[in-house]
Each structure stands twice: as C-alpha cells, then as structure tokens.
C-alpha cells in the first residue's frame, strides 16, 4: 500500500457506456496524474492537476475527462470510448515544494481497461 | 521536449549474479531528476532510486546503484545479488527541476531473474 488507492481494478466497458475511474491519495500530496500505460510504449502523461487545477493536458481526446474536486481526490471520466483506448490507467501524485522542487510521483495499482 | 530511451526490451540474470539496466535520455535542461521505477505483475509502480543530476554522486539503495553520466545523458541500473523478487518491469525517467510535474518514461526493460 502507497496511499495511493484506485478504484476500481479492473473495468469492462462498451463503447457507448460512461464510467468513472477514481484515485484517492492519503499522502497529503497536492498535485495528482493520470497516467495511459499501453503495452510495448511508455507511460504516456494524460493529465496533471496541481493544486485541484488543471495544468497539463496532454493532447488527450475529449472523450477523456478529469475532475479534481480536492487535493485528494482525481477523477477520470470516460465516455464514448474506442477499444484502442483499452489500457492500463495509471493515477499517480507527487508533493510541489516550490518551483524547483517535486518528490518522486507515488502510484495507485492502476485501472486495467478494455473496451469492447 | 524530453524524450527516454530504454534500449533493452527484455532481460535475464541467474539469481545471485549482477545486471545492469540501460537509459539513456535527451534534455537541453540542466537541473533535473532522473528516476528508476520497478513495476512487478502486480502493476504497483514502486520506486526504486532517484538521481539529482546535479549531484555527481551515483546514488545508491541497498543492492541497488545507478551510474549517472550526465555529459553522456545516459543513467543506468545496476542491480547486484539478483533476487527472484527482483523479476519485474523497469522504467527509467525524467523530470525537470523546473516547471516539474511532467515525468517522462521510456518504455521499460522487462527483468527476469532465474533461480
């Protein structure tokens, strides 16, 4: 356990469903990731939120959407989604101290999505 | 932008013997932080060891140790007394120092440690 919780672990979903995916970090951390970890590729950063706002958005398609209701909490929501986006989604948060200084990111186990 | 490059796809040690993980990075910035991540099958993303780049010192942790080449942009993992639990994905990145948050992996070397 790294106090960072996903939920849940495993997700099977059609692609005109909407699901949720959640992350809840107990580190006392204020800034939160998601992370798109597909086979054979690097992790890919999808999001970052610092401080509950948004400051990276890496490109991804509207079909992914975060939510950042507090510091603690990190949100994906998926709609309409293709089955190339089936993938290992990783959450992930770090401690900012400052503008030259960040801890090393701290991981949930991950969402394992497919889309069928 | 700052690409990682993990050239090593798969690899194997007998336990109890050393191996040694490759990485190599590109960067025009000169304040970072270099990482080693170890993702088991059980997907948890752990660290492993963290580099300053600038300290000259390699870092070290327990049976693990890295050599940091900065001039070089290379930033290997050398794990000693291989261990069976050792048998797990590994993924090197980088962030920058400033306007950090943005941590870069390559695409892992996956380790196999043989009894």
């Known amino acids: 356990e790294t106090g960072v919780t996903q939920t849940p672990r495993h997700l099977v979903m059609g692609m005109t469903n909407k699901k949720s995916l959640k992350c809840e970090q107990h580190?006392?951390?204020?800034?939160m990731y998601w992370y798109k970890q597909s086979a054979k590729k690097p992790l890919e950063l999808m999001f970052v939120?610092?401080?509950?706002?948004?400051?990276e958005n890496n490109s991804v398609p509207s079909r992914f959407s975060p939510e950042c209701p507090n510091s603690s909490h990190l949100f994906l929501h998926l709609h309409t989604l293709q089955p190339e986006d089936s993938a290992l989604y990783l959450c992930?948060?770090?401690?900012?101290?400052?503008?030259?200084?960040?801890?090393?990111?701290?991981f949930g186990q991950g969402t394992r999505l497919t889309v069928v | 932008a700052q690409t990682v490059t993990q050239s090593q796809p798969e690899m194997s040690v007998q336990e109890a013997e050393t191996v040694t993980l490759s990485c190599t990075y590109d960067t025009s910035e000169n304040n970072y932080y270099l990482f080693w991540y170890k993702q088991p099958p059980s997907r948890q993303m752990i660290l492993v060891i963290r580099?300053?780049?600038?300290?000259?010192q390699n870092a070290t942790e327990n049976r693990f140790s890295v050599n940091f080449q900065k001039a070089a942009k290379s930033f290997s993992l050398k794990i000693s007394d291989s261990q069976l639990g050792d048998t797990a994905m590994y993924f090197c990145a980088f962030m920058k120092s400033s306007n950090n948050n943005d941590m870069r992996f390559g695409a892992g070397t996956r380790l196999t440690v043989k009894p």
């Open positions: 580190l006392g951390h204020n800034a």
């Open positions: 939120y610092n401080f509950k706002e948004q400051t």
């Open positions: 992930a948060s770090s401690q900012v101290v400052g503008e030259e200084w960040n801890t090393e990111a701290f």
């Open positions: 580099q300053e780049a600038y300290k000259q």
